[in-house]
């Protein structure tokens, strides 16, 4: 109803959380979709540089991420986020999100040197997670890219 008669939908409470991020927190698909619709900020940073997005990814919540990337949220808007989310999903083995990632983020370096002096296979392998290591093979992930964890492979360690 408020919303109706032009409420702000970018409202944030005492603690910095925006609506749309309370209601990705909270898991309200309903509440979420009449924000949206009303304009709310998909890319709004929280204090501590997380967005609704980075809120959703967090619960594994695979719908929510859908509604607010068609609404053009984006991955890499606060610089906490930068890469975050990729590197996440390969130590977490998210195979879902990792797809959905990849899906809606063409810019990608799949073989970017990024935590801990690794790319995205060396974390998915580091942490037995194969299907994400062959589908970044399949990406054209490329095993020779030098690291400290490709070094400490290759001194037998």
Same mark, same amino acid.
């Given at each position: 109803?408020?919303?109706?008669?032009?409420?702000?939908?970018?409202?944030?409470? *005492?603690?910095?959380?925006?609506? &749309?991020?309370?209601?990705?927190?909270?898991?309200?698909?309903?509440? &979420?979709?009449? &924000?949206?619709? %009303?304009?709310?900020?998909?890319?709004?940073? %929280?204090?501590?540089?997380?967005?609704?997005?980075?809120?959703?990814? *967090?619960?594994?919540?695979?719908?929510?991420?859908?509604?607010?990337?068609?609404?053009?949220?984006?991955?890499?808007?606060?610089?906490? *986020?930068?890469?975050?989310?990729?590197?996440?999903?390969?130590?977490?083995?998210?195979?879902?999100?990792?797809?959905?990632?990849?899906?809606?983020?063409?810019?990608?370096?799949?073989?970017?040197?990024?935590? @801990?002096?690794?790319?995205?296979?060396?974390?998915?392998?580091?942490?037995?997670?194969?299907?994400?290591?062959?589908?970044? &093979?399949?990406?054209?992930?490329?095993?020779?890219?030098?690291?400290?964890?490709?070094?400490?492979?290759? @001194?037998? %360690?």
């Amino acid at each position: 109803m408020l919303l109706k008669k032009d409420a702000n939908p970018n409202v944030i409470n *005492e603690t910095g959380e925006s609506l &749309l991020i309370m209601s990705c927190k909270q898991k309200h698909v309903e509440m &979420l979709d009449l &924000l949206l619709q %009303h304009n709310a900020d998909v890319n709004y940073c %929280h204090y501590m540089g997380e967005t609704a997005l980075y809120f959703a990814f *967090e619960i594994g919540n695979i719908d929510i991420m859908r509604r607010l990337l068609n609404y053009h949220a984006h991955w890499n808007v606060c610089i906490h *986020e930068r890469d975050f989310f990729l590197h996440r999903a390969c130590v977490k083995g998210q195979y879902d999100i990792m797809n959905i990632i990849l899906e809606y983020n063409t810019e990608i370096d799949i073989n970017k040197v990024i935590f @801990n002096d690794e790319t995205l296979l060396h974390t998915s392998l580091k942490h037995s997670h194969l299907e994400i290591g062959k589908q970044l &093979l399949q990406l054209g992930a490329d095993i020779n890219v030098n690291s400290s964890f490709h070094q400490v492979c290759l @001194n037998g %360690h």
